[in-house]
DNA sequence: CTTTGGGCCTGGACGC
DNA sequence: TGCGTCCAGGCCCAAA
């Protein structure tokens, strides 16, 4: 389930490994994902060298020295998978595109789900165009997303403020896991109405969504070390949730009984799970 | 304009 | 044990 924060470690995992690499072989397994893969993909990005990685909202992008940007979404089950030069390893199923180096080093890319994407453009300005990226709203980490940017986004949706995190119009990046975690760490409802957020309960809001991704991806980032196991497993933040997924189980910020008050809640809004503490967030 | 619901896809958890 | 069912998730699109 990588929301940006799993995404940002992927990223300053594989920085290291392409950053300056040249793309030597470009394999596809399959026609594409949910939608299908750039038509003539080796042709396009075969022998070229690779200046950064970047990342817009949960996208990665590999930026080359052109110009040019190949994009990896990762849907819910996305991995990648660092090869070093040599390495013998089998494929693996539900491995679905790699690419290697002239050095030798390779990243694959499984998705069992294949709610993932992979996308290539002639430009940033050619991305920032395209239809998943126009409407995007603001990233939430740097320091200019305030409460007052958050607060005027809102401004005359009735939509339940959990749902409107998850628009990703209004703020990019936030997924089902860390919406419920930063409601909980703003103290507010998830069922309250977006747009009747006062400004004070907004900058809470901006900075619970900052500081629970910071968090995550220093806890990720504390586990890169491990990020070329075979596993490929990017270091998530499970065991730093305040409710996510712990319904019945008593809240960290709440000191009642679980046997009188049911613990964490869990609730379905839009078809998607919900966890908050009644008594923290109002 | 907004909101809602279905579709995509597989693996894991669960009940019988 | 082996079925069947449900759920998880991000994103897009059609419909209301």
């Not at 300053?12 to 690499?21: I, N």
């Not at 949910?34 to 992008?61: D, T």
């Amino acid at each position: 389930m990588p929301e940006l924060a799993e995404v940002e470690t992927i990223r300053r995992g594989l920085e290291p490994v392409l950053a300056g690499g040249r793309v030597a072989v470009v394999e596809t397994a399959r026609e594409g994902l949910r939608v299908p893969f750039p038509q003539k993909l080796r042709e396009k990005i075969s022998g070229l060298r690779i200046h950064k990685l970047g990342r817009r909202a949960k996208y990665l992008l590999i930026e080359f020295e052109t110009g040019e940007i190949l994009v990896l979404h990762l849907g819910m089950s996305g991995r990648i998978r660092i090869l070093a030069p040599g390495s013998a390893e089998a494929r693996q199923k539900h491995d679905h595109f790699s690419l290697s180096l002239d050095g030798g080093a390779q990243i694959v890319l499984n998705d069992p789900r294949r709610f993932g994407s992979v996308m290539f453009f002639a430009s940033l300005p050619e991305m920032e165009a395209h239809s998943a990226f126009r409407a995007l709203g603001p990233e939430p980490l740097p320091e200019n997303f305030t409460g007052r940017v958050l607060h005027a986004r809102l401004e005359g949706r009735k939509a339940a403020i959990k749902q409107a995190l998850m628009d990703q119009r209004i703020v990019a990046g936030v997924g089902n896991i860390y919406a419920s975690e930063a409601l909980f760490r703003a103290r507010i409802s998830p069922l309250r109405s977006a747009g009747a957020l006062d400004e004070a309960e907004s900058r809470r809001l901006a900075d619970g969504i900052r500081s629970v991704l910071e968090d995550a991806i220093a806890a990720g980032g504390s586990s890169l070390r491990d990020y070329r196991k075979a596993d490929g497993s990017p270091g998530y933040f499970q065991h730093g949730f305040a409710v996510y997924d712990r319904q019945g189980l008593p809240c960290p910020g709440c000191h009642c009984d679980v046997a009188k008050t049911g613990g964490i809640a869990k609730i379905i809004q839009g078809g998607r799970a919900t966890y908050y503490c009644e008594r923290v967030q109002k």
